[in-house]
Each structure stands twice: as C-alpha cells, then as structure tokens.
C-alpha cells in the first residue's frame, strides 16, 4: 500500500517466502487474497504482477476514495476525542519529520497510518474494508510522487486542516480537507504516469 512494489514488477510466492523469512503456505494464501482484490494479476504459472493503472483507473480510485471518505467525516468528527487527537498530532508531526529529512517510503507509512487511524475512528468496518482495496490497488503507484513530486506542501497542509477540522467539531471542513489531499495527491500521480509515458515514447523514437 505504499509502493514498496512497482507497477508491472513480477513476484513469486519464492521471492516473498525469502523476503519475509516465513514458509509457503501463508504466503500462497495472502497472495490469493490480494489478487482477488485486485492489487495482483497473473503473469504466468507460477508468477504474479504488480498491475500498471492508467490515467482513467487512477481516476475512477480517485472518485471512489472521495466518495468512501466523505461519508466518514461525520462519525470521525462524533467518535474523536482528546486521545485520538493526541495520537494523530504526534503521528502527523512524524510524518511532515520524515518528509523534511527526504525518508519518503517512511513518509508514505506514516501517510497510510494517519488516513487509517481516521478510518479507524469512524468505527464504519464495511467502508473501511473498500478503501483498503482502494489502497491496495493504489499503493505500488504512490512510489511515482518520491522524490520528484514530493516537493509540493499539499499533503502536509491538508492533513492539519484535517486535525484543525476535527479539533473544532467542523464535519464540513474535515470533508473539505479529506477531499483536498485527495485530489492532489491523485493529480500528482496521474502527472507522473503521464510524464512516464510521454518519457518512454521519447526514448522508443
């Protein structure tokens, strides 16, 4: 979910087995569950791939994240208390830390852990089990905004008009802020597969 697997690399159940240290079988099976979800394709036999999304697929998980999110800012905004607040401040200070010192695959950890520990308060398990395929099928693309497009403070500004939002009871400008960071951040990606594509027709001419 934060690009540690590029679009269109291939794995093997072998290749994680001895990358993770653990036996087969679980592997197999976790593996068959990411592909039902659509963040793995067969490439053969025994090989899996990482799928490589276009401008439209980008979009269209664009629109379903907004969609899934907005309907959360309510019962965010309800269920949040002094703890929580707490707890994602300190989270978010790590990740703008980790941006500043150039860490992105950290920073991109601390990105999804911020956005599930606010799933997580809304205490809506159906929406959050479709945004983490939204997630699963969108992670290998995250690693196209590092280090690159990663200059922008759009994240960073959204995520404290977020905690902003939630520390004032403001559904509304949550909502707001939540729709923000998605939007660019999804722009970005589609600006970087754009730019990837024009680069690789240059280079077949």
Not at 48 to 70: F, G, H, N, Y
Not at 160 to 182: E, M, P, T, W
């Amino acid at each position: 979910m934060t690009g540690r697997f590029e679009p269109g690399q291939r794995v093997t159940v072998r290749q994680i087995t001895e990358l993770m240290g653990v036996s087969t079988t679980p592997v197999r099976e976790a593996l068959g569950r990411i592909t039902q979800d659509g963040g793995l394709h067969f490439a053969g036999p025994k090989t899996l791939e990482v799928p490589v999304l276009d401008s439209k697929q980008i979009t269209e998980l664009e629109d379903v994240r907004i969609a899934l999110e907005v309907t959360l800012a309510a019962s965010i905004i309800a269920n949040a208390n002094r703890n929580f607040l707490k707890q994602i401040i300190a989270l978010n200070d790590e990740f703008v830390v980790l941006r500043e010192k150039g860490e992105f695959v950290q920073a991109l950890e601390k990105n999804l852990q911020f956005h599930f520990m606010l799933y997580a308060c809304a205490n809506k398990p159906f929406v959050v089990r479709l945004l983490e395929n939204v997630w699963l099928v969108t992670g290998p693309m995250l690693g196209k905004l590092y280090p690159r497009y990663s200059q922008e403070e759009s994240g960073v500004r959204y995520h404290k008009a977020a905690i902003d939002a939630i520390q004032s009871g403001d559904a509304d400008a949550l909502a707001k802020a939540l729709v923000g960071d998605i939007s660019t951040g999804y722009a970005k990606i589609r600006a970087a597969v754009e730019d990837e594509g024009q680069a690789n027709a240059q280079s077949k001419q």
